[in-house]
């Protein structure tokens, strides 16, 4: 088995400073710079750890963060509106440093943005929470949805169900458009919700080209701090961030094989009750969960 990517400490990225570690990512800002809002540009690295409800598991999935990270350049480089990568080449910003070849494979150079408060959570199909919400109410996070649908039914159409970004720790919220208008005004929830719907049906269209569904994702956009416009930012349509069936396996009547670490919930929910530390996930499971994290991207990408 590949060996888990160690998180790196500042001292081993030279030029750039530890500034922030979530659950699966770690910022990197230019020494000098105090914040993110100083910052010429911010290095994301992706790591190779794993969490499900709410809980940080080990040991993580060999590869992962390189896989995810190449699967969202690959995304960025496709969808027609403007994203946060940054050129790391020749001509960069003499402020900027080189990015590291330890974390090559895995990271991405990317402006600083003000960032939104909302994810833009699109749905495509009837599935996870939204169908248990849709049996109780005949809604997905408050929208109303035809009767006589079925578990992973295709929605007539995609509907955007936004969510209020937690702070650390916190569950996200899932929140109305209305709630958004108040957050962010009219216009920039408007944009984040037509941009989301554009982008997932590209997306949806590119994927489905190459026999994948995209069942549902969430986007992250911020504001650029020297035009204002709206940006493409964090992650974009990966294993993580989003819900894909193989188009094949889905018309055979299988809704539930997703190209993600559901693999790793199932296990722990037939081995967890949820209380203290979770179990060590067994060699079997994590070789799994790599593998379809790497299926998914070679069937995209090539």
Same mark, same amino acid.
């Given at each position: 088995m590949t060996t888990v990517a160690p998180t790196p400490a500042s001292g081993d990225l030279p030029g750039w400073r530890h500034f922030y570690s979530g659950k699966v990512r770690d910022l990197y800002v230019p020494v000098g710079a105090t914040d993110l809002g100083d910052a010429p540009a911010v290095l994301v690295v992706a790591s190779d750890r794993v969490s499900a409800f709410d809980h940080l598991l080990e040991p993580g999935i060999p590869d992962k963060g390189a896989l995810l990270t190449r699967l969202s350049r690959w995304w960025f480089e496709r969808l027609p509106v403007a994203?946060?990568?940054?050129?790391?080449?020749?001509?960069?910003?003499?402020?900027?440093?080189?990015? &590291?070849?330890?974390?090559? %494979?895995?990271?991405?150079?990317?402006?600083?943005? %003000?960032?939104?408060?909302?994810?833009?959570?699109?749905?495509?199909?009837?599935?996870?929470?939204?169908?248990?919400?849709?049996?109780?109410?005949?809604?997905?996070?408050?929208?109303?949805? &035809?009767?006589?649908?079925?578990?992973? %039914?295709?929605?007539?159409?995609?509907?955007?169900?936004?969510?209020?970004?937690?702070?650390?720790?916190?569950?996200?919220?899932?929140?109305?458009?209305?709630?958004?208008?108040?957050?962010?005004?009219?216009?920039?929830?408007?944009?984040?919700?037509?941009?989301?719907?554009?982008?997932?049906?590209?997306?949806?269209?590119?994927?489905?080209?190459?026999?994948?569904?995209?069942?549902?994702?969430?986007?992250?956009?911020?504001?650029?701090r020297v035009t204002g416009e709206i940006t493409l930012a964090d992650e974009v349509l990966t294993s993580d961030s989003s819900r894909y069936w193989d188009r094949h396996t889905y018309d055979g009547g299988n809704r539930t094989d997703s190209f993600d670490k559901q693999i790793v919930r199932n296990w722990l929910l037939d081995n967890w009750n949820k209380e203290g530390t979770p179990p060590t996930l067994p060699t079997e499971v994590v070789e799994q969960t790599a593998g379809r994290y790497r299926e998914l991207l070679e069937r995209l990408t090539s």
């Open positions: 994203n946060h990568l940054l050129s790391s080449g020749s001509g960069a910003d003499p402020a900027v440093p080189a990015v &590291p070849a330890s974390v090559a %494979d895995r990271s991405m150079l990317v402006k600083s943005l %003000d960032m939104f408060p909302i994810e833009c959570v699109v749905r495509g199909y009837l599935v996870g929470s939204g169908w248990l919400e849709y049996q109780e109410s005949g809604t997905v996070c408050g929208v109303p949805l &035809p009767a006589g649908l079925a578990s992973g %039914d295709r929605l007539p159409e995609p509907i955007y169900t936004p969510a209020f970004k937690a702070e650390l720790g916190d569950h996200d919220e899932n929140i109305t458009f209305e709630r958004t208008v108040e957050l962010v005004g009219e216009a920039t929830a408007t944009a984040l919700r037509d941009l989301s719907l554009s982008i997932f049906g590209a997306a949806s269209e590119i994927a489905e080209e190459r026999g994948v569904i995209l069942a549902d994702t969430k986007f992250e956009f911020g504001a650029d």
